[in-house]
């Protein structure tokens, strides 16, 4: 099976995607609920809710896990999607509506308020799947550890809320996304209160729609270790006007909460079990999976460079996590969800169609990143380049030198086409700007 990553996406001009698109055929062979979602959507709609409401269910299945190279793995992703104002980013608030069952389900949970004699509220336990964006570090440790270990990032209206939460000084949160990502144990102390959590294998999903602006805030270079922990999706923009006097008289909101009452049904269905249920590939799929993934691998280091190696490592991670909601969700709703879950050929090919969408993305999104930053935005390798450059030099020149920093020559052609560090002085020959 081939990657395709073939075409560039300019972040800084409207978005037109000639590739990067599911096929009708991965529609077709979803499980029956994620057919129940995208067969009344179209368009840039379709693909905003198939790739949101992954990322939304990928955190309410609780107790399920699969053993990936050694260590215990759940469910959960992290998307983004990207588009400009008006490319359809807004039905991702369907995924929402999805998963608010089991949110509301949570809240009737929470204990009754401590309180004082004077009957003012001294303390009281928040149990919810929804993490505010606005929330300091501590805040959303302390949610995370009510739920036990969980919780969502979800549809926070735009990415901008979540780069504020990142850099306030407070802070934290940074290091809270990559290890949660890894399931990595969390553990705050804060002396103030005297408050301490240890959270052991957090499970943490988030969904964040941006602008192409607002994803380069959040992931301003390649050395920021989240960005090759997101799945990505690149809208194009929709020249159509909805016909927003459809007389189909669907309802919507109600539709996917309906969807919503059986996902919560899935999730009280794990959560109540007293045993984990575990998801597994076949050795057919495990063997297709190696050959993939170390093609793969060859492919992107020898095209893009030594600085794919590790990206690709974490394909394989978010593939299994792709493999294993398909796999819940079908056999669930089978009445075939067990102790042990096998992979079904249908869901492990549609993982795989699945995936090789995000890296086309992704891939776009990691050169725009890489090639049209500032010099302080790049890589370590790569501004150890920019230095050994000449003032003035030949494209050949350039590819030459190239091979002493192990860059690909497609990156490097990518890279001296970059405004902000090079001028171009005639076919084939730059000079350096700093």
Known sequence: ??????????????????????????????????RAGTD????????????????????????????????????????????????????????????????????ETEPPPETERNGDVKKQVRIVLFLPANSTHSGTVELMANNNGRGCYIHEPEADAI???????????????????????????????????????????????????????????????????????????????????DNSNLDLTRHFYQIGERILELYQYLNTSTQPFYFEFTDPQKAEFLTYFQRLKTEL?????????????????????????????????NKQLEQINYCHDIDFQNAMELMEVFIWHALNVYEDIANNGTLESLTEQKRAYYNALPKEFKTSEALEL??????????????????????????GQYKKRK
């Open 1 to 34: 099976m081939e990657v395709k990553f073939h075409g560039h996406i300019d972040l800084n001009e409207v978005v037109a995607i000639k590739d990067g698109h599911f096929p009708e055929t991965l529609y077709n062979s979803l499980p029956a609920i994620l």
């Open 40 to 107: 009344v959507l179209h368009g840039n709609d379709k693909e905003v809710y198939l790739v949101s409401v992954l990322a939304a269910i990928s955190s309410v299945l609780p107790n399920y896990k699969t053993i990936y190279d050694n260590r215990a793995v759940y469910s959960n992703l992290y998307m983004f999607l990207v588009g400009l104002f008006g490319s359809g980013k807004g039905a991702a608030i369907y995924a929402h509506i999805v998963v608010r069952p089991v949110h509301k389900a949570l809240r």
């Open 402 to 427: 190239a091979e002493v920093y192990s860059l690909a020559e497609r990156s490097v052609k990518r890279f001296i086409q970059n405004k902000q560090l090079f001028e171009y002085l005639k076919h």
């Open 301 to 333: 280091i020898e095209t893009l460079g030594d600085s794919m190696a590790g990206i690709v490592n974490r394909y394989g991670l978010q593939f299994t996590r792709l493999a294993m909601i398909l796999t819940a969700l079908r056999n669930f709703e």
């Open 163 to 245: 780069t504020r939460m990142l850099n306030q000084d407070y802070g934290g949160q940074d290091d809270l996304f990559r290890a949660a990502y890894h399931h990595d144990n969390i553990t705050f102390f804060r002396r103030k209160d005297n408050e301490y959590h240890d959270i052991e294998e957090p499970k943490l999903s988030i969904l964040l729609t941006g602008t192409p602006g607002q994803l380069r805030r959040f992931m301003p270079n390649l050395e920021n270790g989240l960005l090759s922990r997101f799945n990505y999706f690149m809208l194009e923009s929709d020249l159509g006007f909805k016909n927003v006097f």
